[in-house]
């Protein structure tokens, strides 16, 4: 086992920490290398003193843990039941199991109180970020700066308030190698057992395993493993491959058994990491065979699955829905990258996807997205990361509308010590630097303030940035991703925005559709599905699916992912499809006020979990006056016509509404 997976004795820790403090280097040797490295850090790059109490460390605020725990909705999805049954091993043991996002914030926690309580007083909660330049050396941050599974146990840790913790942290990684995050698991120093990190692991591994299956199951892809009997196991290596013979996908277990690096994923082809040919890959059957290897490499058991139906698809059969005849659509094309996982079948999008895949490799050109509140413009940004070759590199999103225009400054451009009232001892590099080697997404530039519009425009040009406060300037590299729900040209002829900024940005335009002129709606309700429930096999109710089809979405994909999320979340024991009772009340409010005979909202036209191909009529278009004036008019109508129906019965009227007794009696008052 190697040193930085197993804690160093107390002696030569105190040893290590006297010779830290009187002389500033440790004996080569005497604790790992990389907690000597990760030392070295803390002191150099963020100026962290061992002893005392850290300044200034961040924590997320209620609403800000919120949207990170949407933004990583999907992480989130997967890791919780794995972070249920490790909960279940180490209950008892004064224990957590944790879940950091790959910037170290925390994102959720479980385990025993009365420890969660102790772990309280530093911080060790969600909210918090663990990274290594506010907490110092710690599972959770270095095992994201390392890249490895590691232990960092007692008197290891950096900080000597953080010295009654043990701590083993293994890193997730999304199938096409962008690092997502870290599993964790920290309880008190003496109950550290040299099983926690293999714990960890695994639980990192079976994460691992549920996204690889999310995104690649209908694709084509390897399963591997040295036993025949581990095939279909969590302990597989997984390995997605595209017609052409690249290896687009990847779980660690494979990367180790093949020797790869994440940066290899789409950079290698099958026929370098396995020795085959593609074509010889595409001519095995689907029964497992033994594999042979040159170089002293152990032979593996190979099985090839292609072409496999999503099983969680969302099925449509409905009175507004015909049946193909004989030439039924070509089914969209299997997810075989980041890029291509967001391709459900709508052509516009399609398109979309397919100029911004020409310049993925080309950071010269700039990328601004452009569409509406909630089409998924953030959504977009990371997977033009994760399918490119910046993908191990760090993903930095600012937005910038969220930000005072106090601060958006500092946040950027970072800053000196001192630089300003209120400013870290320590400094910060800023998010620019941050986004060094990687993706830089500044979302919502067309609210970044006039006067830091300029000096944005100076880091572009001159790639090198100076924090606030002088001091010299870094150079940085950096690919360039701005998204806006204006349309810039219109705040340039404002005089909202620089107009040489805008042609600096505008190297590529991306416009991403409204949610109500896409035509792949069955197939993105049923990728939802999946992502909010991998286990189960759930869809929608026809009836609500035909409604779907004729809402207007002014949320977009955002509102449409809250919808499926409640959904789900409604659903009882044993309930695989949703009807209008598990939908929120505004929608079903909606829903219900809708006339009959008049079809408008998202076009719809996909295949179902059965193979069911539909189409529902696209909308002719905005009637005159159809504004919200004569939606509330057409709405109480309804009410109106439903409670005189009724007798004035709420109750009854509620039901055929299909909304809740407050909703009505909100509406009536």
Request: aromatic letters at 4%.
């Amino acid at each position: 086992m190697p040193a930085s997976e197993a804690p160093t004795p107390p002696d030569r820790i105190r040893q290590a920490r006297r010779q830290w403090l009187d002389t500033g280097t440790v004996a080569s040797g005497l604790i790992a290398g990389p907690l000597q490295a990760s030392w070295a850090r803390c002191r150099d790059h963020y100026g962290l003193a061992p002893e005392g109490r850290p300044q200034g460390a961040p924590h997320a605020s209620a609403a800000q843990l919120a949207r990170a725990l949407e933004h990583r909705h999907t992480l989130m999805a997967h890791a919780k039941p794995v972070m249920a049954f490790l909960h279940d091993q180490v209950q008892g043991s004064d224990s957590l199991v944790l879940l950091a996002d790959a910037h170290g914030l925390l994102l959720h926690a479980s385990g025993d109180a009365p420890f969660a309580d102790r772990a309280a007083r530093v911080a060790l909660r969600p909210g918090a970020v663990w990274s290594e330049q506010w907490r110092g050396t710690n599972a959770i941050g270095t095992a994201l700066a390392e890249g490895q599974p590691l232990v960092v146990h007692a008197g290891e840790h950096y900080l000597s308030r953080n010295g009654f913790l043990t701590c083993a942290a293994a890193p997730i990684a999304d199938p096409a190698g962008q690092l997502l995050g870290v599993l964790d698991i920290s309880g008190d120093r003496r109950g550290y057992h040299r099983h926690t990190l293999a714990l960890a692991r695994s639980g990192a591994r079976m994460i691992e395993h549920q996204l690889f299956t999310a995104r690649h199951a209908a694709g084509l892809h390897l399963r591997l493993h040295p036993q025949a009997e581990g095939l279909g196991s969590v302990t597989e290596g997984l390995l997605a491959v595209s017609e052409d013979g690249w290896v687009t996908g990847a779980n660690t277990a494979a990367l180790e058994l093949l020797g790869l690096a994440r940066r290899d994923i789409g950079a290698a082809t099958v026929e370098r990491a396995l020795g085959l040919d593609v074509r010889a890959l595409l001519a095995q059957g689907a029964a497992p065979r033994l594999l042979p290897r040159g170089g002293g490499s152990a032979p593996l058991w190979l099985r090839v699955e292609r072409g496999l139906t999503l099983r969680h698809t969302v099925a449509l059969s409905t009175p507004a829905v015909t049946r193909a005849a004989p030439h039924t659509p070509p089914t969209p094309p299997a997810a075989t990258d980041a890029l291509a996982a967001l391709d459900t079948g709508d052509a516009a999008f399609h398109a979309t996807l397919a100029r911004a895949r020409r310049v993925l490799d080309k950071p010269a050109i700039p990328l601004l997205l452009h569409g509406e509140t909630g089409t998924g413009k953030d959504v977009l940004a990371r997977a033009l990361h994760a399918g490119s070759a910046r993908r191990s590199q760090p993903f930095v999103a600012v937005n910038c509308a969220a930000l005072p225009e106090t601060l958006i400054e500092a946040e950027l451009f970072g800053y000196r010590p001192g630089a300003f009232t209120g400013a870290s001892r320590q400094g910060a590099p800023g998010r620019i630097r941050e986004a060094h080697g990687g993706t830089l997404f500044l979302d919502e530039i067309g609210d970044m303030p006039l006067a830091l519009q300029a000096r944005l425009l100076r880091v572009l040009e001159a790639r090198e940035v100076t924090p606030l406060g002088g001091g010299a300037t870094v150079a940085v590299d950096f690919r360039l991703i701005c998204a806006s729900h204006r349309r810039l040209a219109d705040e340039v002829a404002a005089g909202r925005f620089r107009e040489d900024l805008y042609y600096r940005l505008n190297g590529l335009t991306l416009t991403l559709p409204p949610l109500r002129e896409r035509s792949d709606l069955p197939a993105l309700v049923g990728r939802l599905l999946q992502a909010e429930a991998p286990e189960r096999a759930l869809r929608v109710d026809e009836a609500v699916m035909a409604e779907f089809a004729r809402l207007r979405w002014p949320g977009n994909v955002r509102q449409l992912a809250n919808v499926v999320r409640t959904g789900v979340a409604l659903l009882g024991d044993g309930e695989e499809v949703i009807t209008a009772e598990e939908l929120p009340d505004d929608v079903r409010a909606e829903m219900a006020a809708m006339p009959a005979d008049s079809p408008r909202g998202a076009k719809v036209s996909g295949r179902g979990a059965g193979g069911e191909v539909a189409a529902v009529a696209a909308p002719a278009g905005d009637a005159e006056g159809d504004g919200p004036e004569d939606l509330r008019r057409l709405t109480d109508a309804r009410i109106r016509a439903v409670l005189a129906a009724t007798g004035g019965n709420v109750s009854e009227a509620a039901r055929r509404l299909g909304i809740s007794r407050n909703t009505l009696y909100r509406r009536i008052a």
